[in-house]
Structure formats: structure tokens, C-alpha cells
T-cell receptor, first 110, second 114 residues
């Protein structure tokens, strides 16, 4: 019963922007959208999160549609080190337990 | 300010033995989460604990697996009578509070069952 849908894989050229989409059509009004990534077999790394406004930090930007049914993570200038599996997560319930889906495997190519 | 510390990083056990994985959360964090990642698969939620309490163990197998987070010391994930299917990476994460909060993950413990 995944709450998010992501493409299984994407490629991006080094130095270009990587735009990773996520559908979360059943999101509730009080649920946040979180993005994490996992480089190779390391522990997942937090990237960004948002509720309904667009967000930006030193790693990425998060664009959430007005109806909140989808979002896009943007890595403005992808590098080879950004090659990873990117997970879009909608926080479930009040216990803050994050449920990870299959994610998108982003490959940044030289 | 050390991050989430997990040990051992690698553990080898024979079938039928017990495995104990430890997780020390970040300083100031009182919430701990355990995830399992089988080879070539995604992360699966196992259990969420606060100090001395199990809040959500809906992802834990019904048998052989247990978790605790005592008042003092690290959180422990215990697997009794391990089988080959338990071979996986086990990740621990911690957070400061419930709500719109971020999980900080450790580097993981890799269990291999021979």
C-alpha cells in the first residue's frame, strides 16, 4: 500500500539539473513530503522536506504542486556523487515512522 | 557531535546463533527506528521506539526478533536463532521528536548468516 509512486530509474548528465518526480495523490492535509537518498550501500541521507510551499536548501529544491498530489525534487547541478537511489516519502500517521518505497535510481553520467 | 552510531558494522553468525545489533542515537534524540534492507531491495520499516517504550512494531517479524531502547544505553535489535534469510543490512535512525522531523541514519550493520 505504497503512498508514493516514483519512476524506477533516471539518467542525468553531469552539470545539468536532475528533476525527480513523485506522485502522492492520496496525501492527507497534515502529511509532509520528505526526500532521502541512499548512496550505494550507505545509510540513507536526508535531503529536504515540505508541506505545501516550495522549499530550497543547500542540497536541493522541492516543488510541490498546488493540489499537493505530486512533487519534484530538483538537484540544480548534478555531479557524479549524486548517483544514488532517491526516496520520496509521505509521513505516515502520528508516530513519525517513515515508510520507504522502491525509490528512483538516479545515475549521473559524465 | 557524533551522528547515529551502529555496531558492529559487520557481523557473521551461523544458523541458530543469536545476533545483537546496537544503536546509539544522536545526542538529544529520544526516538529510535530500525529498518532492514535485504540485498538489492528497499528499506523496510521494522520498529519505532522511544526510551523504554515500543511505539510501533508493526514491521517486526512475529518470531525471533525483538527490540529495546532502555533508559540508559543504546537501542538493541536482537535476532534469535538466525536463519540465512536474516542476512541483510540493518539501519538505525534517530530523531528528536515526533512531528515534522528528520531522521538521521547510521551507517548500518551488515549481518551475514552462514
Amino acid at each position: 500500500d505504497a503512498k508514493t509512486t516514483q519512476p524506477p530509474s533516471m539518467d542525468c548528465a553531469e552539470g545539468r539539473a536532475a528533476n525527480l518526480p513523485c506522485n502522492h495523490s492520496t496525501i492527507s492535509g497534515n502529511e509532509y513530503v520528505y526526500w532521502y537518498r541512499q548512496i550505494h550501500s550507505q545509510g540513507p541521507q536526508y535531503i529536504i522536506h515540505g508541506l505545501k510551499n516550495n522549499e530550497t536548501n543547500e542540497m536541493a529544491s522541492l516543488i510541490i504542486t498546488e493540489d499537493r498530489k505530486s512533487s519534484t525534487l530538483i538537484l540544480p547541478h548534478a555531479t557524479l556523487r549524486d548517483t544514488a537511489v532517491y526516496y520520496c516519502i509521505v509521513r505516515v500517521g502520528d508516530n513519525n515512522d517513515m515508510r520507504f518505497g522502491a525509490g528512483t535510481r538516479l545515475t549521473v553520467k559524465p | 557531535n557524533a551522528g547515529v552510531m551502529q555496531n558492529p558494522r559487520h557481523l557473521v553468525r551461523r544458523r541458530g546463533q543469536e545476533a545483537r545489533l546496537r544503536c546509539s542515537p544522536m545526542k538529544g534524540h529520544s526516538h529510535v527506528y530500525w529498518y532492514r534492507q535485504l540485498p538489492e531491495e528497499g528499506l523496510k520499516f521494522m520498529v519505532y521506539l522511544q526510551k523504554e517504550n515500543i511505539i510501533d512494531e508493526s514491521g517486526m517479524p512475529k518470531e525471533r526478533f525483538s527490540a529495546e531502547f532502555p533508559k540508559e544505553g543504546p537501542s538493541i535489535l536482537r535476532i534469535q536463532q538466525v536463519v540465512r534469510g536474516d542476512s541483510a543490512a540493518y539501519f538505525c535512525a534517530s530523531s528528536r521528536r515526533v512531528g515534522a522531523n528528520v531522521l538521521t541514519f547510521g551507517a548500518g550493520s551488515r549481518l551475514t548468516v552462514l
